[in-house]
């Protein structure tokens, strides 16, 4: 969201997460010596009017504070000026979150916005479904946003994630019921157990882009970085020997790509990364196939593909699908369809037998990219899905704009400038 100060020798622009979510800071770049500045902490959409003011949302609220355009500084506290602005922050969908609000203000000082704030978090819980379908809520979670259920694989505890404002990685003791929460700042989305279940790799960030990170289910060890990029990566799925990590990388500007990183010494290649689009890697149990998700046919479709020479590649869907998730015995891969859960008979060997798609059962809400939202327990009897506890929030159509004429003048008065 870059904006050319009047001198036109600098720029400000927003800096955020991975996805940008709710949270992020407002920097300004000179031009003639490439050297960079936070001028406000904790804010998105940053904009100069005329008045000697800086404009910015946060969480809903457009804030004011006066700025220094020759300085390139924030010369006074900064105050709110107008609550309630649409803003395209905290939402479930990761790439929806551009961050900008919905408001423009002209040279005379004429303001045009929409009403509507930011989106709310969203309320969910997870359900254990089995193979009939029924369902049963897991208990002993926090309240919240909760999602990307992972079982570990021994089957003891859950990890999972809550969104939203404070996006964090928790560990649920299934035997127990006791749940811990691993990460007590920044930002975190997917994880992944390790095959022995002793420890997890979240996409994880501080205040830039998301990379794979180690976490201690216990808190015993302090977070440890396994990757470094400029590009937005998150966790798929191992190996069974526990070598091999998929995870998915954001290109800049064509989609997602599967790539791998070998934990022997930290080496990452790319599996799938062409002009298309791929996502939600699963590997078989005996890691000779990987499922995936690939946007080459024109739409959303499940593949597999040999692994590691990916000589071999076969469809799986028929007419639509996401979210590949190998049964633990290898004899299925489940995959989403509208709001179907469907499933594919598997006989594989050194060839691959797929038997025709069909329904199991109608699944729960869960809405996740570009790794699946929902997993499956180690004997293969159960699924955990998240659903909505109070319908769709963020369904909420824009059907107003509010204009108010000589808006300069109410600014001075809120936050007089210096």
Known sequence: MPQV???????????AYGYLGARGHIEVLTLDSGKRKVVVDDGLDGRYVRTGHLLYLHQGTMMAAPFDPKQLEVTGRPVPVLEGVTHAANL??????????LFTVSENGTLIFAPGGMAPDRETQFLWVDRDGKTQPVSGLPEGSLG????????HQLAFTTGGLNSHIWVQNLVRGTATRLTTDGRADFCSWTPDSD????????GGVTNLYWLSPERSEPIERLTTSELTQQPGSWTPDGRHLSYVQWRHSTGSAIWL?????????????????YKYPNFSPDGRWLAYTSSESGGSEVWVTSFPDREKRKQVS?????????????????YRSGYNLMVVDVTSGSELTLGIPYILFEAPWTAASPLRGYDITPDGERFIFSTLLEGDLESRPIRQLRVVLNWFEELKRLAPPN
């Open 148 to 155: 990307i259920p992972r079982v570990s694989p021994d089957g």
């Open 318 to 334: 028929n007419g639509g699908g996401w979210s590949p998730l190998w049964s633990p015995d290898g004899s299925k891969v489940y």
């Open 5 to 15: 100060l009047p001198d036109g020798r600098a720029v400000l622009f927003t800096v």
């Open 261 to 277: 990183l070998d934990l022997n010494n930290l080496e990452t290649k790319p599996i799938l990364d062409t002009e298309h689009d």
């Open 92 to 101: 479930s969908v990761g790439w929806a979150n551009s961050g900008t609000g």
């Open 199 to 206: 420890r997890i790799v979240a996409g994880y960030s501080q």
